[in-house]
């Protein structure tokens, strides 16, 4: 059974900085590129960043030099460090394998508020 539980979440300040997590079940986390993804209201869900099962990043243009994601394989988990946080990056927060598919199954997101 796949499980995503994504935490972390929250309402900050502009400039300011928040830890997500990700609880993945074993099957779908251990051999697969993870990745993050972000739904803003009214908007299309967009990649956000993702990792291989060996720890190689990458990232959206919009969040390059202010996310980092990291995981623990150990722990079936996954990380977005976010800094110097802006009212763009607004939106509910997701997990999931890189690439996904149109059957996958979907936690329910951390809403993340950036508003002064």
């Known amino acids: 059974q796949v499980q995503l539980v994504e935490s972390g979440g929250g309402l900050v300040q502009p400039g300011g900085s928040l830890r997500l997590s990700c609880a993945a079940s074993?099957?779908?986390?251990?051999?697969?590129?993870m990745g993050w993804y972000r739904q803003a209201p009214g908007k299309q869900r967009e990649l956000v960043a993702t990792?291989?099962?060996?720890?190689?990043?990458n990232y959206a243009d919009s969040v390059k030099g202010r996310f980092t994601i990291s995981r623990d394989n150990a722990k079936n988990t996954m990380y977005l460090q976010m800094n110097s946080l802006k009212p763009e990056d607004t939106a509910v927060y997701y997990c999931?394998?890189?690439?996904?598919?149109?059957?996958?199954?979907w936690g329910q997101g951390t809403q993340v508020t950036v508003s002064s």
């Open positions: 074993g099957s779908i986390f251990s051999i697969n590129r």
């Open positions: 990792i291989t099962s060996g720890g190689s990043p």
């Open positions: 999931n394998r890189f690439p996904n598919y149109l059957n996958d199954y």
